[in-house]
């Protein structure tokens, strides 16, 4: 594991999908509104991170990988404004844009791996988007994809598809035929179940703290991305992955797992 970690830093990865900005609004409430019954914010502070797919680039990145993106620029991603009292959240504004994705020319060699992350904010609308996927596959690519909406018949070609339950449920009730690919499902504090054709292996969460559940889904996709475009396994990639995820719901906010605290997590599941 360690040296399959240690391949990140030679890793190029295509990030394509919806990127967003995650505003926390920090504050405190001490008295209800007399106008109607509802708390009074006072704001203290104000920090803004990258969520959707800028927050799986960043993650990738905090791994060691290089990336490229087909994002556009900042100021048209959606945002997502969260008041926070401590640990709480209060209250959440989206504003929304769609826009599609940006993307370079059409030449694979300098990629180790792609990963998709769809909110379903218009970057994997359009002819573009289904001709690097079946570019990517004739490559030998890994191609993993944190699906969204009714129908996923577009990421036809896929190696990884990494829906959580509810994303799963959703497809369910509206699907005519069945991903051909592997599946991770996400299952929040139950862990990752891997689906490979009929057979399902179950992987538990390994969190101790749990704060905030933000990002740790865009912290799952982007830890199964490297390690299979390093060359690790499938199992591999979700034991990986939930040490990750346990470490992102442990912080307060859309936050990253370093690519030490894997290592060191490594380390002390070799002595134990």
């Given amino acids: 594991m360690k040296e399959l970690l240690a391949r990140f830093a030679t890793l190029k990865i ?9 505003v926390y609004h920090f504050g405190h409430v001490t008295r209800i509104c007399p106008e109607a019954p509802v708390p009074v914010f006072v704001e203290e502070r104000l920090e803004r991170r990258n969520g959707g797919a800028a927050n799986v680039r960043d993650q990738l990145e905090a791994l060691g990988c290089a990336t490229e993106n087909t994002f556009p620029r ?4 959606s945002q997502k404004h969260r008041y926070m009292v401590g640990h ?4 959440r504004v989206d504003d929304d844009k769609r826009n599609p994705a940006d993307w ?23 002819a573009e988007f289904g001709e690097w996927l079946a570019a990517a596959r004739v490559a030998g690519l890994p191609v993993i994809v944190d699906p969204k909406g009714e129908s996923w018949d577009k990421y036809a070609g896929a190696t990884l598809l990494c829906p959580n339950s509810e994303e799963l449920v959703a497809h369910m009730r509206h699907a005519i035929s069945w991903p051909k690919c592997a599946m991770a499902i996400k299952r ?5 179940d891997l689906c490979v054709g009929n057979t399902t292996t179950s992987y538990p969460a390994r969190a101790r703290h749990v704060f905030d559940v933000t990002g740790a889904g865009d912290t799952v996709t982007a830890v199964m991305t490297a390690t299979l475009a390093a060359g ?14 346990g470490y992102v719901v442990g912080e307060v906010g859309t936050t ?15 002595e134990s």
């Fill in 188 to 192: 929040g504090p139950s862990g990752i």
């Fill in 74 to 77: 900042y100021g048209e991603w």
């Fill in 88 to 91: 709480q959240l209060l209250l």
């Fill in 14 to 22: 295509l990030v394509t999908g919806d990127p967003m900005v995650d």
């Fill in 256 to 270: 990253v797992c370093p690519l030490e605290y894997l290592c060191s997590a490594l380390d002390r599941k070799g």
């Fill in 104 to 126: 370079p020319r059409l030449e694979l060699h300098s990629y180790q791996g792609m990963v998709v992350s769809d909110y379903d904010k218009g970057a994997t609308v359009g």
């Fill in 232 to 245: 690790g396994t499938l199992a591999q990639a979700c034991e990986l992955a939930n040490i990750a995820a």
